[in-house]
């Protein structure tokens, strides 16, 4: 994978299409407005906040790491800023769960990871962060405690820029730093005062993952490599639809191929009857969103057919077995938990003539040992391919780093949530901040 370049052009460009739905997508273009990136300041000896998401899965018991991914991942930022005062922000889980937790664990961990001190201050902005923030060294780090303990960051998501800049943890952070950079791409869909609140009092830039991840999936929403292929699936019905659409509308995605519970909807849409549970499983698991959402499947199958890859065949549970059927054999009374081999087939010629690949979500319930093997096969695919690849967050990302295989794609998104949601063309509060302080303070910073 590249690295990124200084500047990243962004405008968030509203564009809407119209069709009895009234759809409405954001897109994301490249423009002359830009998010300022650590090439462009030089932050040796000052004190630099750093926003990152290093929330992670936890033993219920000892509370010990299942999964350190994304500390791995905002190393190559902290490396930048090693001779800087480094001030990190960060969450664990949220209040009344029990993965919430201080942050004194990924104080250690992070440590480890980077082989320097990081220590641990249990303050998020009372007069014990200020102090240790204020009495800090030239290359020197510390990560304050977990910021949804404190009630600013749970109550203000809904808060403007305005707001979020005069709530008390921006005052009294923004009043003891230099700079803020914000390195937590997995919640960047997310708005709250230490995520997007820091705009108007400090020059923001994005830190390397931040800038690593929106060059990536903008190559993915704006101008990929052709032919442009999208592998949707995983159960997130409502989000790959999304992503579909916006992508089909702007024609952009040359082929779009649903798979998994995703590829079950569209096969219902488009009128298989796929059996009473597997559609009661898809009913339970969208809710309110149900009906909006077959929707959206049926907009899919009338609009774009010719785009669309359905799977070809199917396989289903039987007493514990994997048992393979056609599409001629639904409706079914097993659960469908994979796509089949001919299904496979298909997709191979087109990954391989593919210029750029889109995977999100998983094509099957692979954490069971029988139905894993459609998942398998598209992951070996994408490794195998010479198209530019890009493997889009959640369940898809966890499979690539624990087969050892991000070195195989070209890029392996950490944001689960943030990455549909970029791709759907929906808001990114923390872009949207960036660039609203790139305005402000690009003629400022020379730090």
């Known amino acids: ?22 759809y409405v997508h954001a897109t994301v273009r490249i423009d002359m407005e830009s998010v300022l990136t650590l090439d462009d300041a030089r932050l040796s000896g000052r004190t630099v906040l750093v926003r990152v998401d290093i929330n992670s899965p936890l033993d219920p018991e000892t509370k010990a790491f299942l999964d350190d991914s994304r500390l791995r991942a905002i190393l190559p930022t902290l490396r930048r800023l090693a001779d800087s005062k480094v001030v990190l922000l960060a969450h664990q889980s949220r209040p009344g769960k029990a993965d919430f937790t201080d942050m004194s664990a990924h104080a250690d961990q992070l440590s480890r990871l980077l082989g320097r001190q990081i220590t641990f201050v249990p303050d998020v902005c009372g007069d014990i962060a200020i102090e240790a923030i204020q009495t800090m060294k030239q290359g020197e780090m510390i990560l304050l405690d977990n910021v949804r303990g404190w009630p600013e960051e749970n109550n203000l998501k809904k808060a403007g820029i305005d707001e979020l800049h005069e709530s008390t943890i921006v005052q009294r952070l923004s009043s003891v730093v230099d700079a803020y950079v914000n390195d937590a791409f997995a919640a960047s869909h997310r708005n709250s005062p230490t995520l997007s609140g820091f705009a108007k009092s400090l020059p923001c830039f994005a830190g390397e993952l931040m800038a690593s991840e929106i060059k990536a999936l903008n190559t993915a929403i704006v101008n990929p490599p052709k032919p442009y292929v999208a592998i949707l699936g995983g159960a997130k019905c409502d989000d790959s639809l999304k992503i579909a659409l916006n992508l089909l509308n702007r024609n952009v995605a040359d082929t779009v191929v649903p798979v ?3 590829g079950n909807l569209i096969l219902w849409a488009a009128g298989h009857k796929i059996g009473s549970g597997n559609e009661a ?40 077995r994997r048992v393979a059927i056609s599409l001629e054999e639904l409706p079914t009374n097993g659960p469908i938990y994979d796509i089949g081999i001919a299904t496979l087939q298909a997709l191979y010629p087109v990954i391989r003539n593919a210029g ?59 944001g689960g949530g943030a990455c549909l949601t970029m791709l759907a063309g929906d808001a990114m509060p923390v872009i949207d901040s ?14």
């Open 356 to 414: 750029c690949v889109l995977w999100n979500g998983p094509a099957s319930y692979f954490e069971k040992e029988n139905f894993a093997f459609g998942t398998i096969e598209i992951l070996n695919m994408i490794c195998e391919s010479d198209a530019f690849t890009i493997v889009g967050g959640g369940h898809t990302s966890a499979l690539v780093s624990q087969r050892n295989l991000v070195d195989s794609v070209d890029h392996n998104s950490t």
């Open 260 to 262: 998994g519970v995703v």
């Open 281 to 320: 499983f898809i009913r339970n698991s969208l809710g309110e969103d149900f009906d909006s959402t077959f929707q959206d499947a049926i907009l899919c199958i009338e609009k774009f057919r010719e785009n669309l890859l359905l799977p070809v065949d199917l396989a289903i549970e039987i007493d514990d």
């Open 434 to 447: 960036l660039i609203i302080s790139a305005n402000q303070f690009r003629d400022q910073i020379n730090l």
């Open 1 to 22: 994978m590249s690295s990124a370049r200084s500047t990243i052009g962004i405008r968030l460009k509203i564009t809407t299409y119209f069709d009895e739905r009234q």
